[in-house]
C-alpha cells in the first residue's frame, strides 16, 4: 500500500523551485497562481534567500504550489492510485488538494489566507517555537506544562516543538528536560496554539468560499491520525489545525497500522521520510527533491502497489 505526502514549513530551501520551472506548463501554471494570490511565487522559489523565504506569509503558498506542481509533473497521467494523503501543518492543504478535495486554486487561495493571517497573529505576540530533542515523551510533556508552554509538533522519533511565550522557552532551554536538548526554532510565534486563534476565524471565513468534496482517498488528519474521507470534516480539520497541536507522529501510526509499505513525499522531500525512516523503519521511503527523482518515484509507487 503506498501514501503521498507534502511537507510542512521549514523544509523550503533557496532555489529548490528552479529545476521545476524548466517545465513551460509548471511555470505558467506558477505564474497563473502567482496572479491569483498577488505573490510572485517564482521569485520565491528561484532566487529569494533563505530570510525572505522563512517568511511565513512566504513559505506556506510556496510549500503548497512547489508540492501541487511536482506531483503533477510526476504522477500526471501515469495512473498510479494512492491509498492515503497526508501532510505535515500547511501540508495538509496540499494533500486535501492531491486527494481531489478541492481544486489547486482552492489550495493556493486558502494557503495564501492562512499564512498571513498566521503570520499577523504571530506578529507582537511575544511568542516563539524550540524544538526539544530526545527525551521521554512523558518527562518532556510535564517539563512542558509545568512551563505554561503548548506541545505544538509531536513529530515522533523523539522530536516535539514546544510554543509559548519568549520566557517561558528561555526557561525550558535553560533546564532542558531529563536527556533531551533545545533548540529555538526561527519562527516568528507561536503556531499550532491559542495565539492563532484569530487566524482560524479569517481561515473558516475564506473557507466557506471554496466547493469541498470528499477525497479521492482517506487523509490522514494532523489532529489524531483519523483517517477522513468525508470532504467537509476534512476542511474543518484544516481550519482548526491552525490553533491545535499536530500529531504527526499519530499519523505515521496510522499509516503503519493500515499496511502501508511505502510512502512518497513530494517536493521539496527529505523531512517527512527522515522522521518516517527514526518512526517507522520497516516501512520504504521515497523523497522527491527535484525532477532527476521522477522515474524513481514512478518505479517506487508501482513496486508498492499504486497502479
Not at 522563512?54 to 511536482?70: C, F, K, M, N, Y
Not at 515523551?137 to 522530536?159: D, F, H, K, S, Y
Not at 499509516?255 to 520504504?284: C, M, N, W, Y
Request: glycine share 12%; charged share 15%; proline share 5%.
Amino acid at each position: 500500500m503506498l501514501a503521498l505526502l507534502a511537507p510542512g514549513q521549514g523544509a523550503q530551501t533557496p532555489g529548490f523551485l528552479t529545476p521545476w520551472l524548466e517545465d513551460a506548463t509548471s511555470r505558467a501554471q506558477m505564474e497563473s497562481w502567482s496572479k491569483l494570490i498577488g505573490l510572485d511565487l517564482i521569485h520565491l522559489g528561484t532566487v529569494a534567500d533563505s530570510d525572505e523565504i522563512r517568511e511565513t506569509s512566504h513559505a506556506q503558498p510556496l510549500l503548497v504550489a512547489a508540492g501541487l506542481i511536482s506531483a503533477a509533473q510526476t504522477f500526471g497521467g501515469q495512473n498510479i492510485n494512492f491509498s492515503f494523503f497526508a501532510g505535515h501543518s500547511v501540508g495538509e492543504i496540499t494533500a486535501a488538494s492531491l486527494a481531489q478535495s478541492f481544486d489547486d486554486d482552492s489550495a493556493l487561495t486558502l494557503v495564501n489566507v492562512r499564512a498571513r493571517a498566521m503570520s499577523a497573529a504571530a506578529t507582537g505576540s511575544g511568542t516563539g517555537m524550540s524544538a526539544v530533542l530526545g527525551g521521554e515523551r512523558e518527562v518532556v510533556i510535564a517539563a512542558l506544562l509545568a512551563l505554561g508552554l503548548t506541545a505544538a509538533n509531536e513529530n515522533g522519533g523523539g522530536q516535539i516543538v514546544a510554543a509559548g511565550s519568549l520566557q517561558a522557552l528561555a526557561a525550558l532551554g535553560e533546564n532542558p528536560p531529563t536527556g533531551a536538548r533545545v533548540r529555538p526554532l526561527q519562527v516568528s510565534g507561536a503556531f499550532h496554539t491559542d495565539v492563532m486563534q484569530p487566524a482560524v476565524t479569517k481561515l473558516a471565513d475564506a473557507a466557506r468560499e471554496i466547493d469541498v468534496i470528499n477525497p479521492s482517498a482517506p487523509v490522514i488528519s494532523n489532529r489524531d491520525g483519523a483517517i477522513i474521507t468525508n470532504g467537509d470534516e476534512l476542511m474543518a480539520r484544516i481550519i482548526g489545525q491552525v490553533s491545535g497541536p499536530v500529531r504527526w507522529d499519530l499519523c505515521m501510526q496510522t499509516l503503519a497500522d493500515h499496511g502501508v509499505t511505502g510512502v512518497i513525499e513530494v517536493a521539496p522531500g527529505g523531512t517527512l521520510t527522515g522522521l518516517f525512516k527514526r518512526a517507522q523503519p520497516s516501512i520504504e521511503l521515497f523523497a522527491i527533491k527535484s525532477p532527476e527523482d521522477i522515474e524513481g518515484a514512478r518505479d517506487f509507487a508501482r513496486a508498492h502497489g499504486g497502479k
